[in-house]
């Protein structure tokens, strides 16, 4: 703003002289009395030429970055950090700003050069090295853009309780040729629910599944379930996005659940379900499968039962029909128990034939574990269940996918496994093959296959390195969605088995996987990948994905 001088009246400018004229003396009386020793600044300088490092980098999450910039202290190259008085600090924090950002600055390193992995989930970044003078404080900076991939559209799930945290679960990650598509790579992450949201998920681990509620990459999320939580994750970042109550309408008052599945096989739309058991009581979300849209849909009311116990950790995953619309076992009155599709009441089945294998309505037997498969010469999926009765061991087969409720014969098969299958009483984990007639157990630190129509004994189909590695877990490569399975999507589909161990005075658990004859079971050993995992693995399953 300019300023006509000439406007002013001169009683103004008199002023203004007076009071400049003795501030002007004030000074002049002031005497300098300070001692100053004067000297230039050090040069500190950051350079990246003839350094072969980009300039910008796109990365796949948990790949390592390499960056080594010159630095010059006083004109002089500094190979050694002790000989220059200088701190380095590596950080990255988001390229975005603005409404949803993430505003998070990390520290990733402290060191002259920089290696390390990058954890950060998908998206545009900053990497920032700050050097500062210990001797006057001064900093100079180097900040170099960074993109990061996510990597997570598939491979295989290891859900385990954490050696270190005890009571606390955790999520490891499997990516290789045999278990992603179009792959020639092997990675391998652990724990990546405390590095992705912060901490490890409270309570034990009960069960990892991905249900493919929608066709499109990215609109699903993965249902992490322990014994104190059920918690969604996204599925390609592993981003806790549902929190227990957000899966229902109106949430339970007590969050105990016990177990987390699938009804339904993917075959016709709408036909599809996902189950939660909590607190003894039965959740049901009916879904419809999208090509675009993702979860919008929530667990209802609890089915409503008359005289029901104690219900198993399990239900029937596989029905092919919409006949039935749950399946649960009740442990206390020893039967099976249904709701028709999206009906409120658990009911029971009808009257059973006497050449029933055995009666759904009266087992007469405890459930210990189950899985479903179709075995050799089975056209729709059965479910195969590990029971007991006293201290007598049972292959029951029961065949809720083609069967209707007042169906007499639902019980298909009874294979009694005491005699013909050691350790069984000690079996720890059970998996049943969707191809071949035969199931793997694990007992100690073996795993045995038994080939329930060959009426021979079990085998031992593999055995631990170690007698201390005690096997937890084992899983065939399948998943439940018949459409993509038909697609070829599932990697390796029935041709891999992966195996859990653990060894409790190490607290060190591992992953085995190997090919297998997916007729008879039979492992080939020539090959096989090994993964250490930080705790002992409770579930393992396929991450879906439309590759």
């Not at 997570?152 to 954490?162: A, C, K």
């Not at 016709?268 to 996902?274: A, H, I, T, V």
């Not at 059973?352 to 459930?367: C, E, I, K, R, Y």
């Amino acid at each position: 703003m300019k300023y006509n001088l000439s406007l002013f009246p001169f009683k103004a400018v008199a002023y203004f002289s007076l009071f400049v004229f003795p501030f002007s003396l004030l000074v002049s009386c002031y005497k300098d009395k300070g001692n100053y020793d004067y000297h230039e600044l050090e040069t500190v300088a950051i350079d990246t030429t003839n350094t072969q490092m980009l300039s910008e980098y796109a990365l796949m999450r948990f790949d390592s970055l390499l960056l080594e910039p010159k630095i010059y202290f006083e004109g002089q190259l500094v190979t050694d950090e002790a000989q220059a008085p200088l701190d380095y600090l590596w950080t990255i924090f988001s390229a975005t700003t603005g409404m949803g950002a993430n505003v998070v600055i990390d520290t990733i390193g402290t060191q002259r050069i920089l290696n390390t992995p990058i954890t950060r989930t998908g998206g545009n970044y900053y990497v920032q090295l700050t050097v500062t003078n210990r001797n006057d404080g001064i900093r100079q900076f180097f900040r170099i853009p960074v993109s990061v991939s996510e990597v997570f559209d598939g491979g295989w799930m290891v859900f385990y309780e954490r050696a270190d945290r005890p009571g606390y679960s955790d999520l490891a990650l499997i990516f290789n040729p045999w278990t992603k598509l179009n792959v020639n790579y092997n990675r391998f992450y652990t724990n990546l629910y405390e590095i992705t949201n912060g901490e490890p998920l409270k309570g034990l681990p009960i069960r990892c599944f991905d249900i493919a509620v929608s066709l499109a990459s990215g609109n699903n999320y993965v249902g992490l379930c322990t014994d104190y939580t059920l918690v969604g994750v996204s599925e390609n970042g592993i981003e806790r996005a549902l929190e227990f109550n957000d899966f229902f309408h109106e949430p339970p008052t007590t969050m105990a659940p016990t177990w987390y599945g699938q009804h339904g096989s993917g075959v016709m739309s709408g036909q599809n379900s996902e189950v939660l058991i909590n607190d003894n009581q039965i959740y049901v979300n009916t879904y419809t499968y999208s090509a675009t849209e993702g979860r919008n849909t929530r667990f209802s009311v609890p089915k409503i039962a008359n005289a029901i116990g104690t219900l198993a950790p399990w239900n029937a995953e596989l029905p092919q029909t919409l006949n039935y619309g749950v399946v649960v076992y009740d442990q206390t009155y020893q039967r099976f128990r249904y709701a028709a599709w999206n009906s409120a009441h658990l009911e029971e089945f009808g009257a059973q034939s006497p050449d029933a294998a055995f009666d759904v309505n009266n087992t007469g037997m405890q459930l210990l574990m189950g899985d479903w498969g179709k075995g050799a010469n089975m056209r729709a999926p059965f479910d195969y269940l590990l029971m007991t009765k006293g201290q007598e061991r049972y292959l029951a087969v029961a065949n809720f996918s083609t069967t209707a409720p007042s169906d007499a014969n639902i019980g298909v098969r009874l294979y009694p496994m005491s005699s013909l299958c050691p350790d069984i009483d000690k079996a720890t984990s059970f998996s049943a093959s969707n191809v071949g007639s035969f199931i793997y157990y694990t007992a100690g630190n073996k795993l045995y296959t038994f080939a329930y129509d060959s009426n021979q004994p079990a085998t031992v189909a593999w055995e631990a390195p170690s007698a201390d590695e005690q096997l937890t877990c084992v899983r065939i490569m399948k998943y439940y969605h018949s459409t993509i399975y038909a697609y070829g999507f599932v990697p390796s589909a029935d041709n891999l088995v992966h195996i859990a161990t653990w060894n409790e005075t190490t607290r060190q658990g591992h992953v085995y996987e190997y090919r297998i004859n997916p007729a008879s079971g039979i492992l080939s050993t020539d090959t096989f990948y090994d993964y250490p995992i930080p705790g002992k693995v409770k579930d393992m399953a396929w991450k879906f994905s439309m590759q």
